[in-house]
């Protein structure tokens, strides 16, 4: 809200403000009222002696107001009105819009209280005369904000507000304007967050605008406050990487300097040495040391016996900072940890921005938490020149205090604390308001007076804030003391605001389950009996008529107790087939019963997405399901929506891969290796393994997001060795099998080597490479010589080396293996000893077996590892000359084993005397026989 009229005279004086600008238009509380009292206004509201027929049927509760406001808005600005011109008239009605938005927000989420009755401004006289009549109006509003059956809080203060200004900023709004744009996203967003769920019909229209606003022609300050902006719309919507990459641009385009660092310091009262303490340091661009810092509500003193209210840091710590993100600028080396400068509040905002987006990815993450707490510390002890932004500071900081013992108190009475001061500045003074029937119990002594902004200061920066209504942050206050096990005084929480499905979820959730249906079915159905506020009488009787606003997720709740299906039938039925959810929790109870009922699960799930298609979860379920079913092609599609809107998922690329390699393919064949061609151009080659790298580039993309997963691992090493030589992807291979040995090598050892993948892998560079062509010229003639290790063979002999031979204890045929490489290495020695050592490992693994129960098949496989010894080892590599040695001038080269035929026949004399008891005479028997006369010429 950069440019504020210095009037209420200013914003009509013939200057329209529909300008091509994000955000021009800001208001305050001293011209909202006169705006209201304009006759274009009164018209637009309904005070016009020709809507007498219309009111009436508001007054009945026959039409909704929100139509009635829209068409009038409509209507009206289409002509010049009362002397205005066509520019002005639509002027005012805009205007119009936003004072009731502004009103709604200053009376439901920031504070102080209105100094004026909003029905009294809001509706026209006919309603307002009466109590019951503007309750039933209300009701009615409060009743037509329910989208794809999420309900809208059924006690919304001044909710008449709210539908004028949705009914003149979205329903009537003005195409073209960026100030239109604008305002019709955030009343939509508005909207989104007064709903008990995200709804796919809002989500769609707010990022239609923002689409629209991304193209728009903007300053850098409008850039970077748009861009923090949507951030806050991707993180309420789950989008956490859009949102940590929209703050991020936000920050480079503001030049905001921040990193989260480490810090010499003290946190404990009775540390005496210093230890690095996290810290973000920040620093505006535009600086101001002079800067104020304003009033806000109280600071809780932390009061542990323990810790210190805030870090100290060392005076020279500046020479021990690590930074935990990246080096450090010359701007943030020179700020003091312990003083630093008051920022800019858009920055702050964005601090408090980045602690939601990092947050809401994994809230139950220590390290996260551990993350975030310097973000909100930054903001309230540098100090916030904004009163609402260090508001939201102190909440931000409840929540990540919250998890952790020595700081949980003050968390819960900080946010009673804030809870407090958002009731008393929210408060109304419309008698006939829908509100709590009971004023809320206090921990703490009312606010002062003095902790307090005006109102123009408290919604200067709200777009920027991750903001709460007052129902909301009570709702937030009981779910703490659910945490801390405080159920009492949750209930007393939830029953004083009617949230009697949050109610029910407390009991169920403490095996109170007959209590939860009970509060449920009263809300649902009549009492059999004749008395409806006796809480003791069974609410069997019919449905009420007409049903809460919130019926279908009280039928959910009911059906999630009972387990019964009718109740999500009954729940998607009565929310006009619209409400996803009802078919999420029909989907999930197919799931769990035995067998599982796969078919309906995935109907269901599909339903559920024609609601709201971008529902992630949902996505990624109807793939799980469709896998268990063998639907490849749907899965690969519900996969692939998944990681569009969750390009951070790891299972949901994991199994993408999964259903992409069960679909069937014709095998390739010479006549299907060129595609068609058209005449005069040459033709395409088709790449025959084309499902198999899909699959692996999602397998990869996994891999990368779950790195420390063996399991996909293992995965991206199977599918990579699948595409046969000459087209394996090799480095894709060696990468994989040395990220499974770094994983389970500790535990599972040697059988953690895929033995015919790494026997392909040789295979291929035995066959393909000449080892001599390999090595990195060197001047050095002393030096042993080096393969690259940018190559094929240089990777793969870097994985023998480092990873398989270090775990080699007991496998005979990895030891061939690595006899094999030796041997193409021109390492006949080595290759010999690894021969050797395979010999050993067979013989020892069948001792049991062969010499002392009489096995045949593990005497055989000593007998076979016998002759691979003696004929592919001892007489192989004996007479060789030793790799390891000089010759100088006529000297006569050592021979790797001068003495391998005594060796030889020392192994098949041994084998010989072992076997004699269970194997004279065997055909094992005799070819040890025959390979002893072949090693001895007899």
Known sequence: M???????????????????????????????????????????????????????????ADISYT????????????????????????SQILHLGLAALFAFLQSNVTGPPLDFNPAEVALPAPLRSDKATMRTVREKIIRDLSIDGEAAYKLTPNAELFSIAKAILVDASIEGPIVSKTARMRVNFLHQKMLSEVTSTLQELIYKDLDELAKAELNADEKGRFLLERSLVHTHHGFDAKARSDIEQSAKVRQFEFALTGKMG?????????????????????????????SGPEKLDLNDDTLLESISFSENSNQTSVSVQEELSPALTSVDANNQPILNPVDSALLLALVSAITNTSP????????????????????SSNWQIYTQALLVRSRVEGFRSRTVERSVLQMQALVDQVLADTATNDSAAQQPSAEPSTFLPRPEKSESAPAADRLEYIWLLNFSTRWDLEAELAKRWVDLGGLRTALEIYERLQLWAEVALCYAATEREEKAKSIVRRQLYHASGPDEDDESEPFDGPERSPLPAEAPRLFCILGDIDKDEKMYERAWEVSGQRYARAQRSLARHYLTLTPPELEKAEAAYRKSLQINRLNHGAWFALGCVQLELQRWDDAVDSFTFTVQLDDTDGEAWSNLAVAMLRISTPEPTPNTMVSETVEGESPTEIDPYKRQREALAALQRAAQLKNNDARVWDN???????????????????????RVVELLGSKKGEKCIDLPILGMLIDFMVTTFDYDSLFIPSEDHDSAPVVRTGTIPGQILSLIDDKIVPLITHSSILWLLVSRVEYWRNRPFRALEAHEKAWRATVAASVQGAFQMGDEKPWLDVVRATEKLVRDGYARYGPMDREDQKVEGDAEAEMVAKDWRFKARSAVRGILGKGKDFWEDSDGWNRLKELQAEVTGN
């Open 716 to 738: 991206v090493l199977t599918v990579a060795a699948a595409i046969p030589p000459p087209a394996t992807p090799f480095r894709e291979v060696i990468a994989a099998q040395k």
């Open 364 to 383: 139950e993450n220590g390290l996260t938490r551990e993350e975030t707490a310097p973000y909100a510390t930054r903001v309230l002890e540098g100090g």
């Open 67 to 90: 139509e009635f406001v829209a068409g009038k808005a409509r209507s009206l600005q289409q002509t010049a009105n009362d002397g205005l011109t066509l520019e002005q008239t639509q």
């Open 266 to 294: 003290k946190r404990t009262k009775f540390q005496e040495r210093d230890t690095s303490q996290l810290v973000v340091l920040a620093k505006s661009a535009d600086d101001r040391p002079d800067a104020a810092k304003s």
């Open 2 to 60: 950069a440019d504020s009229p210095a009037s209420l005279n200013s914003v009509f004086d013939g200057a329209s403000p529909l300008k091509d600008r994000y955000d021009p238009i800001r208001l305050t509380s001293e011209n909202l009222v006169p705006i209201f009292e304009l006759p274009l206004a009164r018209k637009v509201l309904g005070d016009d002696a020709s809507d007498n027929e219309a009111v009436a049927k508001l007054a009945r």
